[in-house]
């Protein structure tokens, strides 16, 4: 079972402020997602990250998957308050798919 | 269908009933996901299926828990003898693939008073 751990678990800006949040663990994966989780809806997929070191943008997201596949960040410049949500990463190890406890991101007008 | 269907989106149970959900996957999808989610956390792991053979059943919590895809499409997840602590949000996700991207429904919030 691989263990993800993400930081901060809670994250409150003001709109504008750029931001990073953080997915590491002590295991390797073959790759990695991030999901995006509003109030009341099931969790969205933002970006499958898959080599090390990889590097993708999705607007002012930025993802990054780390040289040892172990860890990602993503990073948001100039928030808004569309960002909120809850922020899950999701390792692909083996054959199946573990989610971290995921941050919580709120962006204040 | 469109979407991933689960049903009941609400169910309200007594301590000690069993109950069963229901998921309705991508039509296509091969694997299907169950996850239990608390509010404010990230999905936990329960079991996966690839068609209709369970892969990994290590995250139920204990021999209540179980899950059927008897013929590879609809999943149903049952829990015998609720307890309070049961109570959670569940949610079924399908995928092309075992690593591909999860479709979640909206999920089943079951209640055990």
């Known amino acids: 079972t691989q263990l993800l751990e993400q930081s901060p678990q809670f994250l409150s800006i003001q709109e504008g402020e750029n931001l990073t949040v953080y997915c590491n663990s002590s295991s390797v994966f073959s790759s990695l997602q991030w999901y995006r989780q509003e109030p009341g809806e099931g969790p969205v997929l933002l970006v499958t990250?898959?080599?090390?070191?990889e590097v993708k943008k999705l607007k002012r997201l930025t993802f990054q998957f780390g040289d040892a596949r172990k860890d990602s960040s993503l990073h948001i410049t100039a928030a808004q308050p569309g960002d909120t949500g809850l922020y899950l990463c999701a390792g692909v190890g083996g054959d199946d798919m573990r989610f971290g406890a995921g941050t919580r991101l709120t962006v204040k007008p | 269908g469109a979407g991933v269907s689960q049903s009941p989106r609400y169910k309200v149970t007594k301590r000690g009933q069993d109950v069963a959900l229901r998921c309705d996957p991508i039509?296509?999808?091969?694997?299907l996901y169950w996850y239990r989610q608390a509010l404010g956390q990230g999905p936990e792991f329960l079991t996966y299926?690839?068609?209709?053979?369970?892969?990994?059943k290590s995250g139920l919590p204990n021999d209540r828990f179980s899950a059927e895809r008897p013929e590879g499409s609809i999943s149903t997840l049952t829990i015998q003898r609720t307890e309070q602590r049961d109570s959670a949000m569940y949610r079924c996700a399908s995928s092309r693939s075992n690593t591909g991207e999860l479709f979640f429904g909206e999920g089943s919030r079951l209640t055990v008073l």
């Open positions: 990250v898959v080599t090390g070191g």
């Open positions: 299926f690839n068609y209709e053979a369970q892969q990994d």
């Open positions: 039509s296509g999808h091969v694997s």
